[in-house]
């Protein structure tokens, strides 16, 4: 296995439990093949960490242990499922959840890959060339801890040469939709339909709270809304209004669906196929007022009109927004963006705040973590 230095940064970095690897973390000219094993070394050679070097769009590498006695082979994985398997045996045994984060990626002891379960079946993401290098092996592993998994898909999160972005692997094919449960709500979701399934499962947490705490009696705008999922878990916890905006032609159709599914009448909600930043002024023109606000932006996103990229365009967005909650209403912000470090994140909602000469009171701020 090649030895490769880094800086005295990088090694502090990695000892206090952070495994993304960058370019500026090697004091040399790196070269690698995609997937490559290599150990890593101080300047005196001595053994820091194992890694896997791998391009993604947040760095070139993953370290995956500190211990020299690892390899990263088919026992390894085996047992970084068992962990997690054992972390979610609450979730396992929840009739009112049948969808979570399964794995999740260098939480859970595998960088670079995340599954998701929808019912029994499992949908895996690679996030790199490299790491689909061992795929045989973390399928393997993962089927001998999951044998009761009924099927398998692939999401390919990176660019492969033939262009291929979702697929079937094994196993059962699951229905279409097939219909999942998440606190006790149900959700029609499509496994192999691009990269998205129709519902984002790091946000189970924040639906959770919306149904229990903050839509009771109160009108919801659901902005960047895809399937209407927090649209959905508002109205199930008695929201008397939910209006949901996204630019994407097709969720206008989706967003019914999920109201359907759980006996809600999709009619009697607002939906717009618009522009957001379009809606905001339509809003402010019409004096409508919402109680509780959701924005939860794409990281990036071009149309005909604009093109958007969160961490650069988060604070004129939320400036925007700020003029239509009604008095003592609730922003919900959340970012799944991964360039976007959470100090930049919070200081841009405090900063938007700032720059419209408005007050809150307390932040309700969710950085995503996944990849």
Not at 238 to 243: C, F, L, M, N
Not at 296 to 325: G, N
Request: one cysteine or more; aromatic letters at 12%.
């Amino acid at each position: 296995m090649k030895k490769i230095t880094i800086t005295q940064i990088s090694e502090k970095k990695i000892k206090a439990g952070n495994p993304l690897l960058q370019m500026e973390d090697f004091p040399n000219e790196l070269s690698f093949d995609e997937g490559e094993l290599v150990e890593l070394v101080d300047s005196r050679q001595k053994f820091v960490a194992k890694a896997y070097l791998a391009k993604q769009n947040k760095g070139v590498g993953w370290v995956f242990s500190l211990d020299n006695a690892d390899s990263f082979n088919e026992a390894f994985f085996k047992k970084q499922f068992e962990k997690a398997k054992r972390k979610r045996t609450d979730l396992q045994s929840d009739p009112e959840t049948t969808t979570y984060r399964l794995f999740n990626a260098e939480g859970d002891g595998i960088p670079g890959v995340t599954i998701d379960h929808y019912d029994g079946f499992a949908v895996v993401s690679w996030y790199s060339e490299g790491i689909f290098r061992y795929q045989t092996a973390i399928i393997a592993a993962f089927q001998a801890v999951f044998p009761e998994t009924k099927g398998i898909y692939e999401k390919f999160r990176y660019q492969r040469k033939d262009g291929l972005i979702s697929r079937y692997v094994r196993g059962d094919a699951a229905p279409t939709p097939l219909i999942v449960k998440e606190n006790g709500i149900n959700y029609a979701t499509y496994l192999d339909d691009g990269l998205m399934t129709g519902i984002f499962l790091d946000q189970r947490e924040v639906r959770g709270a919306l149904t229990e705490r903050y839509a009771a009696g109160k009108r919801v705008l659901n902005t960047f809304s895809y399937t209407g999922a927090f649209s959905v878990a508002a109205a199930m916890g008695g929201a008397i209004e939910t209006t949901s905006v996204d630019v994407a032609n097709r969720s206008l159709e989706r967003t019914k669906e999920q109201f359907a599914v759980n006996n809600l009448d999709g009619e009697q909600q607002k939906i717009y196929v618009m522009d957001v930043f379009d809606f905001i002024r339509y809003a402010i023109r019409k004096e409508l007022q919402f109680d509780v606000t959701i924005i939860d932006p794409p990281s990036f996103a071009r149309t005909k009109k604009r093109t958007f990229s969160v961490t650069k365009d988060c604070t004129q967005l939320l400036e925007e927004l700020i003029q239509i909650p009604a008095p003592d209403g609730t922003l919900i912000v959340s970012s799944n963006a991964t360039n976007y470090k959470e100090k930049n994140f919070k200081q841009d909602i405090a900063q938007s705040f700032k720059n419209s000469h408005c007050d809150y009171l307390k932040a309700f701020i969710i950085k995503k973590l996944t990849k």
